[in-house]
């Protein structure tokens, strides 16, 4: 919101006589209390001559394209200015302000007599832009009569020295959307008394006699008040003062004439919106409703709109005549000829007019108050405060008393709050009464009861609800930079859970097995399981929906890490990576029956624990999952040659070191689940438990996905993984191992794991490990049949191993595998 510095610091001086401050000063008061400041822009210095003159001859030059006037101005000499002029918004014994020979204007712009027009041009009538005051083109500035004489000094008369102010006004503080509310802060920046000057003492009485004009309310248009009132005998061509004309075009308005002058001016100084319509075109009750199917509305801008049965419009016995608190209807219009107006001021429902502005595309200065909520107690005081305004500029008397409707709404709650509440949570230690001082700033009704604060927030702040509101307004206007930035100690012996050790375990170790860690969308995209081809019902479609995703597309939740991690994949081959680890690490949500459905809980007191393990039971299930994929080169190209592509194995091995991480032994077993490929596809298991899957994708998968042919990927629920915590305890011993290599020829089909298993048994307790290292396919073997090489290595903790114990041992382990998985030394 744009104000003057000269009006803050009017607004303050009412309650603190003489206070001054500089532009610096003021800006930081802003900032303060928590308001950030958009800009500061002083008014452009003008230098020279600068008058106020008044127009004593117009003479019309109609021999050229365009209108042109050559004026005479008398500005305090003994002889009237001649002046060019192409402007037409003034007439014979306006005052206008002038720029004689040798002014400098912002630009610079120089002023200098000049022939122009075939006449001679000794000096500028100047516009609202040409001062460096406003953007309004529309024509020159035109004083009120009476504002100064001929000759006076412009510069005094229209206060030049002065300083435009931007405040950021934030959506949760619509009541700041005005001087009372800033003015408000402001005097708590600087610890002056705050005084609402703006508002009137009294109830405005009526001047002559007159019926109220009717009014209804319908309960579907969620209106929460609406007030008329008829001023009667106006001048609606009468012009504002510029004290008002000054304000309104720093602020961003356009002024008009004194009757929308007055209403706009009082929305600024408030923060009320008003309007004004022609009564004399208005017919019957004014009924405040939805609109219906299929009716038009056409807006002061022109435009013939079609309205939806969302809107909220202002309707007479014609049809609808305004849409509510975004803008009038041009058919209500106050014209020229306009002798008699009737004065609106309302409360609409903010969510209403928002989403009427979007769907109209409008945006007004009433709108984005409503937006912000309008102080419901204040309706009837603006229009007390705006029909004195309106009669003081344009003349007219008030006719009959105001009409005043209201729905009913919920009490303003009353708040507990301990004295020392803000002490505590700031760990600053105020002095005593702060919190009910600070609380009585804002404008709250505070009573004292045994040690505890009865606090009632008042009508124009309804973002205080509760303790914590309290407790930042008290904070906020202390001052947050005098609250200390203290690091918390860590208690002793405590740390991170054994759940959060094993994830950073598993992160930790993957991040060293050359992943990179990504963080997909927690939202489905759309259709992916069908294009995975999943059956209709697989466990993984059972997915729960979010009634506000961020993208209509996206409104479910993931139930696998897969697709979001294909999609991170897909984007980053389209950027040119090809060789990608990548995993993450992250819930999911599993849909099923439904839970109970638990009201809203209580915030004035911590949940109960009944509360809470009703809370708990009726949320889905989300256990935690690892996920990767692999796709392009494992091992890179070099001059060592041409590297390696990722397979089914670096999966399955990934999938181990997860299991190694966890403390858990995985077992890998020949599975088939889309999207994996059925024949590279392994189940993960624990003491039989399937706990995820890993291998190659599907060949049709991956196409559908626009992804390489060969992408490999494992995925892992870690929350079913047994919790183990294994302190460190290594085992060393002095005594040599024995090393030997033994190759055994099984059928094609027969799973490795299984003859790593069988061999493993027969080998006894002098086994310590156990690698396969090649595996062979030919002629040599036998058709449907593979050769499997095994290292082993065998160690006794007691004494020296001998080769003869330890080939003992191998011969053993191939008989229990020849037993088991029929195989045979090659």
Not at 267 to 288: C, N, S, W, Y
Not at 580 to 587: E, F, I, M, R, S
Request: net charge negative.
């Amino acid at each position: 919101m744009r104000l003057p510095q000269s009006w803050l610091t009017e607004v303050l001086r009412s309650g603190a006589p003489g206070w001054t401050a500089t532009t610096e000063d003021i800006d930081a008061g802003f900032v303060r209390v928590g308001f950030e400041i958009e800009d500061v822009e002083p008014f452009p210095e003008i230098t020279g001559p600068l008058v106020v003159g008044r127009v004593a001859a117009i003479e019309e030059l109609t021999e050229f394209k365009k209108p042109i006037r050559f004026c005479q101005v008398e500005v305090g000499e003994d002889a009237p200015r001649d002046i060019v002029c192409g402007a037409r918004n003034f007439g014979v014994g306006d005052l206008v302000v002038v720029a004689l020979p040798g002014t400098v204007l912002p630009g610079p712009f120089e002023i200098a007599t000049r022939k122009t027009y075939g006449k001679t041009s000794d000096g500028m009538i100047c516009s609202v832009t040409e001062l460096g005051i406003g953007d309004d083109h529309s024509g020159i500035l035109v004083l009120a009569p009476g504002t100064a004489e001929p000759g006076a000094d412009a510069r005094e008369v229209l206060g030049l020295d002065d300083t435009a102010i931007d405040v950021n006004v934030t959506p949760d503080r619509g009541y700041a959307f005005s001087m009372r509310g800033l003015g408000r802060e402001l005097a708590s920046a600087f610890e002056v008394p705050y005084v609402d000057a703006g508002l009137p003492a009294d109830a405005l009485e009526a001047s002559v006699d007159g019926d109220p004009w009717p009014v209804s309310i319908d309960a579907d248009s969620s209106a929460v008040r609406y007030t008329a009132r008829v001023i009667t005998g106006v001048d609606a061509t009468a012009g504002s003062p510029w004290w008002i004309a000054k304000r309104l075009l720093v602020a961003g308005i356009r002024p008009i004439s004194a009757i929308v002058d007055a209403t706009n001016y009082v929305m600024i100084e408030l923060g009320q919106p008003l309007h004004a319509f022609d009564a004399d075109k208005v017919r019957g009750t004014v009924t405040v409703r939805s609109a219906r199917a299929g009716e038009t509305l056409e807006t002061l801008d022109g435009v013939v709109r079609t309205l939806d049965p969302e809107d909220v419009v202002i309707a007479d016995d014609s049809g609808p005549i305004a849409l509510a608190g975004v803008m009038g209807g041009a058919a209500t219009e106050v014209g020229d000829d306009t002798t008699e107006i009737l004065l609106e001021s309302a409360n609409f429902d903010q969510v209403r007019v928002f989403r009427t502005g979007k769907r109209h595309k409008l945006s007004s200065e009433a709108q984005k108050r409503f937006e912000r909520l309008v102080d419901p107690e204040l309706t009837a005081v603006a229009s007390d405060r705006a029909a004195a305004l309106i009669v003081e500029l344009a003349g007219g008397r008030v006719a009959g008393a105001l009409t005043d409707e209201r729905a009913e709404t919920a009490p303003v709650p009353v708040i507990d709050i301990a004295p020392e509440q803000p002490d505590v949570t700031a760990g600053v230690e105020y002095p005593a009464g702060t919190t009910a001082a600070r609380l009585r700033e804002v404008g709250c009704d505070v009573e004292e009861s045994n040690g505890q604060l009865r606090v009632t927030p008042p009508s124009w702040r309804p973002d205080l609800r509760q303790r914590a509101d309290l407790v930042e307004e008290v904070l906020r206007l202390e001052g947050l930079e005098d609250i200390p930035a203290v690091i918390p100690r860590a208690i002793g012996g405590t740390g991170l859970t054994p759940v959060q050790r094993r994830r950073r375990a598993i992160g930790v170790t993957l991040a060293a097995d050359g992943f990179v860690e990504v963080l997909p969308y927690p939202f489905m995209p759309a259709g992916v399981f069908d294009a995975w081809g999943l059956p209709d019902d697989d466990v993984r479609r059972r997915t729960v929906s979010v009634l506000n995703p961020l993208e209509s597309d996206r409104p479910q939740l993931n139930t696998t890490l897969l697709p979001g991690l294909l999609e991170m994949t897909a984007r980053n081959i389209a950027r040119g990576r090809r060789d990608l680890a990548l995993y993450t690490v992250g819930q999911v949500v599993l849909g099923g029956e439904p839970g109970p459905v638990v009201p809203a809980l209580d915030v004035e007191r911590r949940p109960s624990d009944t509360d809470l393990e009703a809370l708990d039971a009726s949320l889905p299930d989300q256990p935690l999952y690892v996920a990767a994929v692999l796709t392009g080169l494992r091992d890179p190209a070099g001059p060592w040659g041409p590297g390696r592509a990722a397979d089914a194995h670096d999966a399955f091995e990934a999938a181990r070191e997860v299991g190694s991480a966890a403390g858990v032994d995985l077992d890998l077993v020949a599975d088939d689940l889309l999207p994996w490929h059925p024949g590279r596809c392994a189940r993960i298991e624990v003491d039989g438990v399937v706990v995820g899957h890993a291998g190659e994708l599907h060949p049709a998968v991956l196409e559908r996905a626009g992804l390489p042919k060969r992408l490999c990927a494992f995925e892992i629920d870690v929350t079913a993984l047994p919790l183990t915590q294994t302190l460190p305890s290594p085992q060393v011993s002095p005594f040599p191992a024995v090393l030997q290599d033994v190759n055994v020829v099984v059928a094609r089909e027969v799973p490795a794991k299984q003859v790593h298993d069988a061999l493993a048994a027969g080998a006894g307790e002098l086994l310590e490990a156990l690698t396969l290292f090649d595996v062979f396919t030919g002629e040599q073997v036998g058709e449907g049949n593979k050769s499997l090489t095994f290292a082993l290595t065998f160690r006794a903790a007691d004494r020296t191993l001998t080769e003869d114990e330890a080939s003992a041992a191998k011969m053993a382990a191939v008989d229990r595998a020849a037993e088991e998985v029929g195989a045979r030394l090659r």
